[in-house]
């Protein structure tokens, strides 16, 4: 079985890899040259593996999905001072009514569903998706893909400071911060159109005004949330990912191993930490081809702790269903190596598997990061000599039991 069989060779393949290309290529944010000059370079290395290897340009807003918090704490300090200076016009109450709101919406869209809403009001990119896929020896009956991606994160300001403790209590206050701003401005909007006379800020009001200005440290903590300054590394995050999901092909072409009539194809996406962008790219541009045959799609991120490897069969922060079926393949896969692995509970983030999920095709993620951010998750401590070989080498052999065991078994029998 190919997953006994992985050499030292293709362990220091990853390794070497990984740190070739941090120190290559850096500062590889969604959209940048550094991030399509990584993606050039995996497409020459996909080019030795396999028998087919594409790159595709896309297009992208990439400062949307993080842009938009220091643009939510400007909304919400706005409507407390129009709040306090504003006056009682019925336009400034819409207006004190409409940016909060905003800001809420933003928050669900952008950050809790990974959605485009606002990205036409920020700078256009191009980024780019290498795929690569080795034919079977017959007649292609089936695909099973393996991605990760090559784009890096900005850091994340409260990670580094303070982790979960700093990372909870930003963004719970925040959130918090939110709700207060937009109920108090809806009541008061309320009550200015039931009265006939201004109404003055006194009273409940005035208690009510207080309490909105105890909410303006937790908007500005929060548009500190991203250093701008800083991009990581990313040798966890997921460049850990990229070379497992390579090392699959190359394990196959050391081995001069082909499956019957099963496709082995590996993913690399761009510009994922901008909200799955270049995953939803794929899938939606190639949907129809994908579905022609059964076709299934395992997206890793952050192969960092074995004992935090896990399923994910549901993402963007719950509101997006994977397959099961995947995940029971993973599941079974991850048995038959020696691990026993989860299916992932709630979480506030997503993978590429969930970019393919809603355009309709089988998909599952399959990650080993800590649901309690550890230092080196979106900080500049995600770097080469803070990776877990051991957890890259287990990972890359449950990827290769669960593509024989989809071979043999299709994805019916997980159904």
Same mark, same amino acid.
């Given at each position: 079985?190919?997953?006994?069989?992985?050499?030292?060779?293709?362990?220091?393949?990853?390794?070497?890899? $990984?740190?070739?290309?941090?120190?290559?290529?850096?500062?590889?944010?969604?959209?940048?040259?550094?991030?399509?000059?990584?993606?050039?370079?995996?497409?020459?290395?996909?080019?030795?593996?396999?028998?087919?290897?594409?790159?595709?340009?896309?297009? +992208?807003?990439?400062?949307?999905?993080?842009?938009?918090?220091?643009?939510?704490?400007?909304?919400?300090? &706005?409507?407390?001072?129009?709040?306090?200076?504003?006056?009682?016009?019925?336009?400034?109450? =819409?207006?004190?009514?409409?940016?909060?709101?905003?800001?809420?919406?933003?928050?669900?869209?952008?950050?809790?569903?990974?959605?485009? +809403?606002?990205?036409?009001?920020?700078?256009?990119?191009?980024?780019?998706?290498?795929?690569?896929?080795?034919?079977?020896?017959?007649?292609?009956?089936?695909? $099973?893909?393996?991605?990760?991606?090559?784009?890096?994160?900005?850091?994340?300001? @409260?990670? +580094?400071?303070?982790?979960?403790?700093?990372?909870?209590?930003?963004?719970?206050?925040?959130?918090?911060?939110?709700?207060?701003?937009?109920? =108090?401005?809806?009541?008061?909007?309320?009550?200015?159109?039931?009265?006939?006379?201004?109404? &003055?800020?006194?009273?409940?009001?005035?208690?009510?005004?207080? =309490?909105?200005?105890?909410?303006?440290?937790?908007?500005?903590?929060?548009?500190?949330?991203?250093?701008?300054?800083?991009?990581?590394?990313?040798?966890?995050?997921?460049?850990?990912?990229? @070379?497992?999901?390579?090392?699959?092909?190359?394990?196959?072409?050391?081995?001069?191993?082909?499956?019957?009539?099963?496709?082995?194809?590996? +993913?690399?996406?761009?510009?994922?930490?901008?909200?799955?962008?270049?995953?939803?790219?794929?899938?939606?541009?190639?949907?129809?081809?994908?579905?022609?045959?059964?076709?299934?799609?395992?997206?890793?991120?952050?192969?960092?702790?074995?004992?935090?490897?896990?399923?994910?069969?549901?993402?963007?922060?719950?509101?997006?269903? *994977?397959?099961? &079926?995947?995940?029971?393949?993973?599941?079974?896969?991850?048995?038959?190596?020696?691990?026993?692995?989860?299916?992932?509970?709630?979480?506030?983030?997503?993978?590429?598997?969930?970019?393919?999920?809603?355009?309709?095709?089988?998909?599952?993620?399959?990650?080993? =990061?800590?649901?309690?951010?550890?230092? @080196?998750?979106?900080?500049?401590?995600?770097?080469?000599? *803070?990776?877990?070989?051991?957890?890259?080498?287990?990972?890359?052999?449950?990827?290769?039991?669960? &593509?024989?065991?989809?071979?043999?078994?299709?994805?019916?029998? @997980?159904?």
């Amino acid at each position: 079985m190919l997953k006994d069989k992985i050499s030292k060779h293709t362990m220091d393949y990853m390794i070497g890899g $990984i740190r070739h290309v941090c120190a290559t290529f850096k500062k590889r944010a969604p959209g940048t040259q550094s991030e399509r000059d990584a993606q050039a370079f995996f497409k020459d290395e996909l080019g030795k593996l396999s028998d087919d290897v594409i790159m595709e340009d896309f297009t +992208l807003h990439p400062h949307a999905f993080m842009g938009f918090i220091p643009v939510t704490a400007v909304f919400l300090l &706005a409507s407390v001072a129009l709040y306090w200076f504003g006056g009682s016009s019925l336009a400034v109450s =819409v207006i004190r009514v409409v940016l909060p709101l905003l800001a809420v919406l933003m928050f669900i869209v952008e950050f809790m569903m990974y959605r485009e +809403l606002v990205d036409v009001f920020f700078p256009k990119r191009i980024s780019r998706n290498v795929y690569a896929t080795r034919k079977p020896k017959g007649e292609v009956k089936r695909r $099973i893909i393996f991605g990760g991606h090559t784009d890096a994160a900005y850091e994340w300001t @409260y990670a +580094l400071h303070g982790q979960i403790k700093a990372l909870a209590t930003v963004i719970g206050s925040a959130v918090v911060s939110m709700i207060i701003v937009t109920a =108090v401005n809806i009541a008061f909007f309320v009550k200015t159109l039931m009265s006939s006379d201004p109404i &003055a800020i006194e009273g409940i009001w005035k208690t009510l005004g207080i =309490v909105m200005l105890c909410c303006i440290p937790s908007a500005i903590a929060i548009s500190l949330f991203t250093n701008w300054r800083v991009i990581v590394d990313g040798a966890n995050d997921n460049l850990s990912a990229n @070379y497992i999901a390579m090392s699959v092909l190359k394990e196959m072409q050391d081995n001069d191993f082909r499956f019957e009539n099963t496709e082995v194809a590996c +993913l690399l996406t761009g510009s994922e930490e901008a909200g799955l962008r270049g995953a939803e790219a794929f899938a939606r541009k190639h949907k129809q081809d994908l579905s022609e045959i059964e076709t299934v799609f395992i997206a890793m991120d952050t192969m960092r702790e074995v004992d935090q490897l896990m399923i994910y069969t549901r993402g963007c922060t719950g509101t997006v269903k *994977n397959s099961d &079926a995947v995940g029971r393949l993973l599941h079974e896969a991850g048995m038959n190596c020696g691990i026993d692995m989860p299916i992932a509970g709630l979480y506030p983030g997503a993978v590429d598997a969930e970019a393919f999920s809603r355009n309709g095709l089988l998909a599952a993620g399959f990650n080993g =990061v800590n649901h309690n951010p550890q230092l @080196y998750y979106h900080t500049r401590h995600d770097t080469p000599d *803070n990776i877990s070989p051991e957890c890259i080498e287990l990972s890359l052999k449950i990827c290769l039991e669960a &593509a024989e065991l989809f071979d043999k078994n299709g994805i019916k029998k @997980y159904e």
